[in-house]
């Protein structure tokens, strides 16, 4: 079998299952995504997820589109689109067979993959160890061992300490003070102040943290609890890398097709 016969399906739409998918999808592997039916991405611009919503979603050049049943997917493979489908079970696996099944879900725990659910079996992040989980493991902390394919073992722990821009990390992100419905009333790409009302959770509003421009905001009318994170301010206001996949997730996409490469390319 060549390389893009291989067929590849991946638990989650979030930021980093859509850069492992958007990179296998460039590299011809077969991809198809599967979500859950409400989604709660915050950086919008670079997650297929969004067509769960929308339908389709593009990003740098590569359009997943939302299908309801297996049988869709290879009519979009045929046009070069990338499947995605509501389908947290993961029936989808039955019928297409994966060569390869990859748990993106990024939960820090292991929700039910198994090692024997495909030929090769990746998990990525915390939660999944090597030989008992899945066959191998990529590392997606932010550390010198960003994107390191893990042969043995488990991934480190998640720091919970998001990305530095312009030397920002915790004072940058927002988060819910409590449970209610999220409304947006501003979006992704737009120029804030610090202070600034950006949104509302049950009624109470939310404001921005710091002067930049909105990288990420969770999608308006979703009810959400306490804690979550519903947005980051990048202090450079620039918006490009709003829809710009992160260097961070390319290094960790770049770590799953070294994996796949290692297991297939003999």
């Not at 399906?9 to 590299?27: D, K, N, P, Q, T």
Request: glycine share 12%.
């Amino acid at each position: 079998m060549k390389l893009d016969d291989k067929v590849v399906l991946i638990r989650g739409g979030g930021e980093v299952a859509s850069g492992v998918a958007h990179r296998l999808f460039r590299a011809h592997f077969k991809v198809c995504l599967t979500e859950v039916a409400c989604p709660q991405a915050v950086s919008r611009g670079v997650t297929f997820s969004e067509a769960i919503y929308d339908g389709e979603k593009e990003i740098e050049g590569v359009t997943a589109r939302l299908v309801k049943s297996a049988g869709e997917i290879p009519g979009i493979w045929s046009e070069n689109k990338l499947p995605i489908m509501v389908d947290p079970e993961l029936a989808t696996r039955g019928a297409l067979h994966p060569d390869v099944l990859i748990d993106a879900i990024m939960a820090k725990r292991n929700l039910g993959t198994k090692i024997s659910d495909a030929p090769l079996v990746i998990g990525l992040g915390p939660g999944f160890r090597v030989g008992r989980d899945v066959h191998l493991a990529v590392e997606t902390n932010n550390s010198e061992s960003l994107g390191r394919v893990i042969l043995e073992g488990e991934a480190e722990s998640d720091t919970g300490i998001p990305i530095a821009i312009g030397g920002l990390t915790f004072e940058r992100v927002v988060h819910s003070s409590g449970d209610g419905l999220f409304l947006a009333d501003r979006e992704i790409g737009d120029l804030v102040t610090a202070g600034e009302v950006i949104a509302s959770v049950g009624g109470q509003e939310v404001r921005a943290p710091i002067d930049g421009v909105l990288r990420a905001l969770l999608r308006s009318d979703i009810e959400v609890e306490k804690g979550i994170k519903l947005g980051e301010v990048d202090p450079t206001g620039e918006r490009e890398p709003c829809y710009r996949i992160r260097a961070r997730i390319r290094a960790i996409a770049g770590g799953v097709l070294e994996a796949v490469l290692m297991r297939f390319n003999v």
